[in-house]
């Protein structure tokens, strides 16, 4: 089982609608979660960070996570063509100081 | 500006012949590392260090060396490329132990012939 597993997609949405991205992660004692974006042949930009259960918000960015579940998500809202990009997963594990990394999922915004 | 610097962003090289990619941070943090990401494989951690002189391998450490002289300095060094090796680098950074996520490079695009 890979440590942190993300909807593979690609997800196409119209502007304007919501986008849905989901991962789950195997290490129950992970306590930092992360969303990143990465556009083509860029390196990767930190969105959202998340820590306690429940939902964060940031702007058209909402981060949920469940422990119990072991599960995060992002919602996108009022998608944009500037939104399309890979937007990666990461969680740290409890025991180190690796982020492991899921393999992305590609958000392609239709205009 | 705070960053993590990359270099190069761009190298073809050929197979067995040593190489070194930079990377320097200007943020006084204390671990670094070095991952690569392929198509369908995601970023994978290659080596770290939490600290000058405090290295360790990452998920992926055949075929790399790195090393740790100096707090913002953290090279990746390939003592005999293979083409297995061709991938797209990055260099992050983080205080602590990583709890508020990592800073990337810009990227190093690698090709071994």
């Known amino acids: 089982q890979k440590e942190v597993e993300q909807n593979s997609g690609p997800l196409s949405v119209p502007e304007g609608a919501i986008a849905s991205l989901n991962c789950t992660y195997s290490?129950?004692?992970?306590?930092?979660f992360f969303w990143y974006r990465q556009y083509s042949g860029k390196s990767p930009e930190l969105i959202m960070s998340?820590?306690?259960?429940g939902d964060k918000e940031d702007g058209r960015f909402t981060a949920q996570l469940n422990k119990a579940s072991q599960y995060v998500s992002l919602l996108i809202r009022d998608s944009q063509p500037s939104d399309s990009a890979t937007y990666l997963c990461?969680?740290?594990?409890?025991?180190?100081?690796?982020?492991?990394f899921g393999a992305g999922t590609t958000v392609t915004v239709r205009a | 500006e705070a960053q993590v610097t990359q270099n190069p962003r761009y190298l073809i090289t050929v197979t067995g012949k040593k190489l070194t990619v930079t990377c320097s941070q200007n943020?006084?943090?204390?671990?670094m590392s070095w991952y690569r990401q392929d198509p369908g494989l995601g970023l994978r951690q290659i080596y770290y260090s939490m600290n000058v002189e405090v290295t360790d391998k990452g998920d992926v450490p055949e075929g790399y060396k790195v090393s740790r002289k100096e707090k913002r300095n953290f090279p990746l060094i390939l003592e005999s490329p293979s083409p297995n090796q061709t991938s797209l680098y990055f260099c992050?950074?983080?205080f602590g132990q990583g709890g508020r996520g990592y800073t990337f490079g810009s990227g190093t695009r690698l090709t071994v012939v």
């Open positions: 992050a950074s983080s």
């Open positions: 998340i820590y306690s259960n």
């Open positions: 290490d129950r004692g992970s306590q930092s």
């Open positions: 990461a969680v740290k594990g409890s025991n180190d100081y690796k982020l492991s």
């Open positions: 943020m006084n943090h204390e671990y």
